[in-house]
């Protein structure tokens, strides 16, 4: 008896790549908003300046 493997077609490739695409940008997104925005973006008062100040070196980042 052979075993066949048909592919689930719910997910197609195309669908694929846009998740995966959305992935990556919002990533590229939070890297930038975390690591090198440097209070650009986060403008709403030293506790979220601070937070992301804390997440530069919690990934090992320059950020003086």
Do not use: K, N
């Amino acid at each position: 008896m052979a075993l066949a493997y048909s592919p689930d077609s719910s997910i197609d490739s195309a669908r694929l790549a846009w998740i995966a695409a959305a992935v990556v940008l919002l990533s590229m997104l939070a890297l930038y908003v975390v690591g090198f925005d440097q209070g650009a973006i986060s403008r709403t008062g030293m506790y979220m300046h601070e937070l992301m100040h804390d997440g530069r070196h919690l990934m090992g980042l320059p950020c003086h």
